[in-house]
Structure formats: C-alpha cells, structure tokens
C-alpha cells in the first residue's frame, strides 16, 4: 500500500498565505525524484476550493498533491448553517476528509456516533474517510488505552468501512500539538490493536492506511513513521511549515513498518 501524509492545517491561513503554502507544496511533490508517499493536503473549508485550484494547476505532470477537509456533516443538505456537507467536499475536488479530529470531539461535543454518521455521509459522497481515535493523558495514565481505542473504533466506523474507502488515524490527544509523541513500542501497540479490530469487523485489514499523529515534525518523522503498522502521519503544527512538511515525507518509509 502507498503510505499517506496528510497535513491537517486547523483553522489557520488566509487566502494568499495558503495559496502560497499548497503551490510549495504542490511543485515539490510534482518535482520529486524518486517514490514519495501520498501527500494530501486538509485547508480549512472556506479555503479548500482555492487550495483545489492551486493543486489543479500544478498538476502539470508528476505526482499531483491530494486535496482533503477537515470536517463534514453528516447530511447531504439542508438547514444546518454554517455546515459543510460531504457531497459539496466532493464537488470542490477533495479525497479525503478527516472526522472524528479530537478538537471536534471536544469543542464540538462530537461523539463516537456522530463520528461515525460523519464516516458514513463520506462515504456515500465518494470521499474517503480519515477517521481519528485516541486516548487522553488521563485515560493512558489510568491504563485504559486499549479499551478507549477499541470503543472509538466500534463506535465510530461504519459498518461498509473497509481497507479501501477508509482511513484510520491513531491520534493520541496528549500529543497533539504538545511536542511529546508516545514511544515506537507504544505506537506500535495501538496500531496493532486497530488493525485487528478493523480485521475483526470489516474483514482483510493487511491495506488498511493507519496514520500515527501527534507532533509529528521533521525531526521525528523518520523514527515514528518506521513504526511497525505505521502507514503514514496526519500532521498538524508542522504542515504549515513547507520545509519541514517536506522532511516528512521524505523520511516516511516506501513500505512501511506496515504489514500487520
Ligand atoms: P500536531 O497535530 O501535529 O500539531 O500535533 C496533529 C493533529 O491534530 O492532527
């Protein structure tokens, strides 16, 4: 399988900064010259269209850069102001679309269930899901990672998820943004655990894409991403940094710590 690197950028940018930062990123994918994972970009909504035309434009040949959202909502469409629907991601060129992001879990009261109607309308729009899990501080601390991981997945996968149509990010909620990441050991333990409980529920789980994130940087990218069962990293602080981005995926390994 092809890993991923998804650079989830949060609520930052404005017009003329992300324009410049996906064309950066968009030439130097196009430019590459040997294997490099997927790169998918994730702008924030107002801004995913005019990323989508810089990736357009850029896609003179090479490997073109993915486009990817943060959030959708669960409905096609209707009366839900200020809601972006999975359909209209679609419609604006995007592959992918993260839900489930532990901000929006805990800013946004988002439950497992939501998450997973969220999954679902991905899924009917023909975007592939990239759905986060992970414990906090406190739950690890009290030893229940495992029990946490295995309610998240349950709970917020639908039941037509499978390797192909759907992306899974192990996403510790105490490493985000925190510059502290678990240890190899302990990423690989997770990981593991989804792809197991993925195989359980949904079948061959041997091309299941699970992404570590958590203040993955350059400087850590190259250790973390040889991870056994680590297909790739949905990055946040650092994708907004062209350069460092860019080490990242240049450390991520061609095949994985991957296989199960
Ligand atoms: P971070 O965020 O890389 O800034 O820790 C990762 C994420 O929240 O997706």
Redesign the pocket.
């Known amino acids: 399988m092809t890993p991923l690197i998804a650079g989830?950028w949060?609520m930052n940018g404005l017009l003329a900064s992300a324009r410049t930062l996906a064309e950066t990123i968009a030439a130097k994918v196009a430019g590459a010259t040997r294997a490099i994972p997927e790169v998918a970009l994730c702008p924030p909504a107002a801004l995913v269209h005019a990323v989508g035309q810089v990736i357009e434009q850029q896609a003179k040949g090479g490997q073109t850069v993915a486009l990817g959202a943060q959030d959708c909502h669960p409905k096609e469409k209707g009366a839900h102001t200020g809601d972006t629907s999975a359909w209209l991601l679609k419609d604006m060129g995007c592959r992918y679309v993260i839900v489930g992001?532990?901000?929006r879990r805990a800013d946004h009261g988002e439950t497992d269930a939501t998450v997973q109607s969220k999954a679902a309308a991905a899924h009917a729009a023909g975007l592939i899901p990239i759905v986060?899990v992970g414990e906090t501080e406190a739950e690890r601390d009290r030893g229940e990672t495992e029990a946490v991981i295995a309610r998240q997945v349950a709970g917020s996968l639908p039941a037509a998820a499978t390797a192909a149509n759907t992306v899974i990010?192990y996403?510790p909620v105490w490493?985000?943004?925190?510059g502290r990441t678990p240890t190899v050991p302990e990423i690989a333990a997770v990981h593991t655990q989804i792809r197991a409980l993925f195989a359980q529920r949904h079948g061959a789980a041997d091309g299941l894409r699970i992404l570590y994130?958590?203040?993955?940087?350059g400087s850590n990218a190259a250790e973390v991403l040889a991870a056994k069962g680590v297909n790739g990293a949905?990055?946040?602080?650092?994708?907004l940094d062209p350069v460092d981005f860019w080490r990242i995926i240049e450390a991520c390994p061609m095949s994985p710590g991957g296989a199960p």
């Open positions: 989830n949060k992001h532990s901000e986060c990010a996403e490493a985000i943004g925190t994130g958590g203040s993955v940087k949905l990055v946040g602080g650092a994708s």
